[in-house]
């Protein structure tokens, strides 16, 4: 139950940034009801290059280059 309870609070996290970017945007009378979307696709196109990276090292935790990692993720989630 204790690790349903923080994946849930983990998968909250994007909409609740969302939802909050929404509401002072919508005060100034535009409204977009994509953001979650988007937020969660550019997170399935950096876990996605991740994996891929990952999945091509023969021994991932001794060969994997920490900064190439994070910098696919930021540039897949773009």
Same mark, same amino acid.
Request: charged fraction near 10%; glycine fraction near 12%.
């Given at each position: $139950?204790? /690790?349903?309870?923080?994946?849930?609070?983990?998968?909250?996290?994007?909409?609740?940034?969302?939802?909050?970017?929404?509401?002072?945007?919508?005060? =100034? +009378?535009?409204?977009?009801? #994509?953001?979650?979307g988007?937020m969660?696709? #550019?997170?399935? +196109?950096?876990?996605?290059?991740? =994996?891929?990276? $990952?999945? =091509? %090292? #023969? /021994?991932?935790?001794?060969?994997?280059?920490?900064?190439? %990692?994070i910098?696919?993720?930021?540039? $897949?989630?773009?």
């Amino acid at each position: $139950m204790l /690790n349903f309870i923080t994946n849930a609070v983990v998968q909250g996290i994007p909409l609740i940034f969302g939802s909050t970017g929404e509401i002072i945007t919508e005060k =100034s +009378g535009h409204l977009n009801l #994509g953001i979650p979307g988007i937020m969660y696709v #550019g997170t399935a +196109g950096g876990c996605w290059a991740v =994996s891929l990276y $990952m999945a =091509s %090292l #023969g /021994n991932p935790k001794e060969d994997a280059s920490w900064f190439l %990692l994070i910098l696919l993720a930021i540039l $897949m989630a773009f």
